[in-house]
């Protein structure tokens, strides 16, 4: 977490008064003489930029980078080090010294080499960690602390952010819930101090859940925590008045809490309350004190007395009723109702100064959801910029005198004890919250001086955009790396520039683990059409932070470009592990399955991709192609059907194709062919099933000649009424096909189409034949004799070609029928 520079500032010796330091946070001497040494600032620490930045690159996790304007950051990663190796002392062992005559160990050999030392240097230590019973504690709250120190945007992050982190904490509060939780031997020989334990480990493991962003958001460990901590919560309504000129009392919303155990208060809770607890009162912002019209009291002032009276709770108890908060907030959807529900919760705790941090923590959330009200919105603005100032030395509009610095302000100890109870965000994290509300507000010049003091340069450009002022962040930009170099700013200044040396030294600048330089370098070498560069970086930046399914989606299509097709298929596969409702995706990896000839793989991708988008005629275009191949006839036929409703259903249907001939083809003669084994087989359920798929078959004929005029359509018609020997259907089919070629313009001048035209008038020919009545031979004679004219007529002086022959040789032989008929 942040700690204040005021909170920190001292050396061994007493600290000089804090008027010494000046307003921007810097050392400078004391005006007293007996305090004339140098005040040490916390941001001195960062002895050079290279070291800070390398520092943060080890705390960067999972490709997230954790906020660059974060003081000390060192003392965390040094944090996280040694806890992490008090909560597992087994971990392996680094050899720490190549000195021998430097690692001695009780138990040693003189000839010890240095591997069996610190084997030795190991197991000692590991035996006394493991009395150190609230290490997993701090090194479950070490790892809370490092995931609220990583920079996530709060629209992108869902819960999937910092995955090993997440891993990491959840098995070191599983470790802690059955050391102190679930535990049925006394841990402290104490009831009480049992049950205390129990009741804030199980807070922090709810608020961990929040911090992560996890499903459910900690609701069932809050209410543990209420149910260990033996605090009784009553949720009622009350007769009251909320405004100075309200004359009749309405209905209120009323949160009554008391402790079940007469013993409210540990004695290490006894010790922590303020002795000043009108300087924790006065971290309010009244209603007054923005506006001398402003109509809601402070406090809803009940009719009956005892609604105004209230137990003292304890800080855990406290603590409990914010966490209790933010499970309705969390649970609910942002109403009126939801609003009554935390403003009593919140009502609740501010009925009551004895922590500092436990006060703020209500007054933020009571701001948060003012911000949501009319009436409010404005104190709310001012009170989480008062709770933002507090947090520095500055003199700021709500922090105006050194004395509030000085003696209005809670030391650091007393700021820190609780912290890991609450949600109370880190000071930068607050401060993009007020910058992100003044955004909203319209006040974009605000918002962007503090986005730039945080260094958020996405933002900061956004703000200068629609404030008409894109140059300045440019210049703002150029400023900052002026003074320091760091891989943010520098991916800032490469996204204005569109210079890729930026983005290179960015990646210097964090020893290659910004993940944004190398999907900034991914873009820009991809619309220069560079590919492969593209796609170098793209991967190394998945490297970085893997749960990118955009990314990994453009990683795909690139693969496909460049025909490498195992890369593809495992970027695909990643987008739809990740995100399952990716229809496209599934269509890629469909495709991918397809371009290798394996329809089995690919079937399963497009029946996936369908469920997400069904208007895709692409898809059901492969889905038709993989049915055939896997002899799937009858869900061949409904894709058929399907393509042809979304062309009728769709203004753009121009470029919806109609099913292929070729496919209608292949439906129909393995349709015929599972018919014909069936017979053959005599496999009765075999044969009702094929019975069925002919009968759709013929659906889809007769929907596609409605729909379409294709001379194929009646040809392929003809031939499956054929097979099943409808006769009177095949010649009407020929008609049709006869009379679409016909209509076709100049038909007679290509070979193809006369050919095609000579076979349909033979098949003609041969219905009018085995018919033999002589109106049909003479229709038929006719039909011939004018197909034969065009033809002829079409050659000029040139040679007729050889079906002219072919269909005199037809009319030939209906002359040798036609008088026997007549008899």
């Not at 932070?545 to 097709?565: C, D, H, N, Y």
């Not at 065009?790 to 002359?815: F, H, Q, R, Y």
Request: aromatic share 8%; glycine share 4%.
């Amino acid at each position: 977490n942040d700690i204040p520079r005021s909170a920190a500032s001292h050396t061994v010796s007493p600290s000089p008064p804090l008027s010494s330091i000046s307003e921007d946070g810097a050392s400078a001497i004391a005006t007293e003489p007996q305090s004339c040494e140098k005040i040490h600032s916390l941001k001195e620490t960062n002895t050079t930029d290279a070291f800070h930045n390398a520092v943060l690159s080890e705390l960067a996790i999972d490709g997230e980078w954790p906020f660059q304007v974060c003081v000390a950051p060192y003392f965390l990663l040094l944090g996280r080090s040694i806890l992490s190796i008090l909560a597992e002392p087994n971990r392996p062992f680094r050899i720490w010294c190549k000195n021998n005559n430097a690692l001695d160990s009780e138990g040693a050999s003189a000839d010890a080499s240095p591997l069996e030392i610190s084997s030795i240097i190991g197991a000692n230590f590991a035996a006394a960690a493991k009395h150190l019973s609230g290490a997993i504690l701090w090194n479950a709250r070490a790892i809370v602390a490092h995931r609220r120190l990583i920079s996530t945007r709060r629209d992108d992050d869902d819960g999937q952010a910092c995955p090993t982190l997440w891993d990491e904490a959840e098995g070191m509060f599983s470790r802690c819930l059955a050391a102190f939780c679930d535990n049925q031997e006394p841990v402290f020989g104490d009831e009480h101090r049992d049950a205390h334990v129990a009741s804030e480990v199980m807070l922090e493991w709810g608020l961990a859940q929040h911090h992560f962003r996890k499903l459910g958001r900690g609701k069932a460990s809050f209410n543990k925590a209420l149910s260990i901590s033996k605090l009784e919560v009553e949720v009622t309504g009350a007769e009251g008045k909320r405004t100075k000129y309200q004359q009749k009392a309405t209905a209120q919303y009323l949160v009554r809490a008391r402790p079940l155990s007469q013993s409210t208060m540990h004695q290490n809770e006894e010790d922590s309350v303020s002795k000043k607890k009108e300087n924790i009162e006065n971290q309010m912002i009244k209603h007054d004190d923005v506006s001398d019209d402003a109509l809601l009291m402070e406090k809803i002032k009940f009719e009956e007395q005892d609604d105004n009276v209230h137990y003292n709770l304890s800080i855990r108890d406290q603590s409990i009723l914010l966490a209790l908060c933010l499970d309705v907030k969390n649970d609910n959807p942002m109403d009126g109702l939801t609003g009554e529900q935390m403003s009593g919760y919140l009502a609740r705790v501010l009925n009551q100064h004895d922590d500092w941090m436990v006060y703020a923590t209500a007054l933020l959330e009571r701001a948060w959801l003012e911000c949501e009200r009319t009436h409010g919105r404005e104190r709310a603005i001012l009170q989480i910029q008062a709770l933002a100032d507090q947090h520095s030395n500055r003199l700021t509009l709500t922090q105006s005198t050194f004395k509030s610095v000085e003696e209005d302000s809670a030391p650091a100890q007393d700021r820190l004890r609780n912290l890991h109870g609450i949600v109370y965000p880190p000071r930068w994290d607050m401060l993009r919250d007020l910058a992100e509300r003044y955004a909203k507000l319209g006040v974009v010049s605000s918002a962007a001086e503090i986005f730039e003091e945080l260094e958020l340069w996405d933002e900061v450009v956004e703000c200068y955009r629609i404030a008409g002022k894109e140059s300045k962040a440019v210049e703002v930009v150029r400023a900052r790396l002026a003074e320091k170099e760091t891989p943010r700013m520098y991916a800032a200044l490469g996204d204005l520039t569109k210079d890729p040396q930026c983005f290179e030294r960015s990646l210097d600048l964090s020893n290659g683990k910004f993940y944004d330089a190398h999907v900034a370098l991914g873009k820009f070498y991809f619309d220069k059409g560079e590919l492969r560069r593209a796609l170098k970086h793209f991967l190394e930046g998945l490297e970085i932070k893997p749960l990118m399914p955009a990314v990994w989606f453009r990683v795909g299509t690139i693969s496909m470009q460049l025909g490498e097709w195992d890369t593809a298929l495992r970027a695909f596969t990643e987008v739809v592990q990740q995100e399952p409702e990716e229809g496209d995706a599934w269509a890629n990896v469909a495709a991918i399955h397809m371009h290798r000839k394996n329809p089995a793989e690919a079937y399963p991708a497009l029946i996936e991709s369908l469920k997400q988008s069904r208007g895709n005629w692409r898809v059901w275009v492969s889905k038709l192609y993989t049915c055939i191949d896997l002899k799937k006839f009858d869900e061949a036929i409904q894709t058929c059907t399907e393509l042809l409703s979304l062309k009728a259903r769709k203004a753009s249907s121009g470029e919806i194709p109609t099913p292929e001939e070729k496919c209608i083809r292949a439906i129909i003669r393995g349709a015929l062919q599972n018919y014909h084994d069936a017979r053959t087989t005599k496999d009765g359920a075999a044969l009702d099933s094929s019975k069925r798929t002919l009968a759709r078959v013929r659906q889809l004929l007769d929907k596609m000649k409605s729909s379409m005029s294709d001379a194929w359509i009646y040809e392929v018609s003809a031939y499956f009424n054929e097979e099943m020997g409808r006769r009177e259907d095949v010649f009407n089919d020929l008609m049709k096909e006869y009379r679409v070629l016909q209509s076709m313009n100049r038909w007679e001048d290509d070979p193809v189409k006369i050919s095609h035209m000579t076979n349909l008038v033979k098949e003609i020919f041969s219905h009018h034949n085995s018919e033999g009545t002589k109106e049909s031979l003479v229709k038929c004679k006719l039909l011939i004799k004018g197909v034969t004219k065009k033809i002829i007529g079409a050659c000029c002086d040139s040679e007729p070609p050889k079906e002219v022959a072919e269909l005199e040789k037809l009319l030939l032989d209906l002359e040798k029928i036609m008088p026997s008929n007549a008899k």
